[in-house]
């Protein structure tokens, strides 16, 4: 079982950004795929975004597109939500959560089905309020 570690949470105004960073010890990125994940009070835990670890291919919840972006480092070790334009509705519990390729049925594009993944951190808050 992988450690997933995320950090970057925190308290922004609408319209604001954050980034946050997910990390976990002991994998090899580019043979999982990465997904966030979040949720608000009293919501079900939703997709967000996930990349694939080794082509960078990157998939998105229509709540987000145009704002948010996915993205690993170069390091493949270390992979990013930036987050612009925040809303209220945004406000939640962001979890990273990760795979390995050969434990899923995808092919290029990976997916944001919550039970897919094995293993998850511990969350980050993110607030957008004014």
């Known amino acids: 079982q992988l450690q997933v570690v995320e950090s970057g949470g925190g308290l922004v105004q609408p319209g604001g950004s954050l980034r946050l960073s997910c990390g976990a010890s002991?994998?090899?990125?580019?043979?999982?795929?990465i997904a966030w994940f979040r949720q608000g009070p009293g919501n079900l835990r939703d997709g967000v975004s996930c990349i694939v670890g080794s082509s960078g291919d990157t998939t998105y919840a229509d709540s987000v597109k145009g704002r948010f972006t996915i993205s690993r480092d170069n390091a493949r070790i270390t992979v990013y939500l930036q987050m612009n334009s925040l809303k209220p509705e945004d406000t939640g519990v962001y979890y990273c959560a990760v795979v390995p390729r050969s434990r899923t049925t995808w092919s290029k594009r990976c997916e944001l089905f919550p039970s897919a993944y094995d293993d998850w951190g511990q969350g980050t808050r993110v607030s957008v309020s004014s």
């Open positions: 002991g994998y090899i990125l580019d043979t999982y795929y």
